[in-house]
């Protein structure tokens, strides 16, 4: 009987390991699609930073600083058209990034691409409810 307990609770452990990885699989698969015009290059490069924020340039921003920054630039000349974001040094895409981001877009009317965990870049879909 100890034995069947024993392995019951191995075979409990090994389940729930393989659930809590299927769950950070594919994080930003939702929201995004194959980009087929992948522009040379982007006006704004941004990472993914801790705790749904970006890392531009070396600072963190909140997506309230980043649009905010992208308005500036906007307002003085140098207009922000398509923007890329990549997975940061500590810190993987994850949909937090992806929702702000795609919200950053849809009302600043810019096109927002990511690059996934294969390297492979999509653009963000807008889904407007209107």
Known sequence: MQKFSKTLRIVAIAL???????????????????ADNVPASYDLNIKADKDGQFDFDGATLTAEDLRGHIR?????????HAILLVRGEKEKIKNT??????????DLKIVAYVTDNDGKTKVITIVDDK
């Open 16 to 34: 729930f390991i393989a659930v809590l990885a299927a769950c950070g699989r594919n994080d930003i698969k939702n929201g995004t699609k194959d």
């Open 72 to 80: 500036y630039l906007n307002e003085t000349g140098h207009p922000v």
């Open 97 to 106: 990034h992806v929702a702000a981001l795609a919200s950053i877009a849809r």
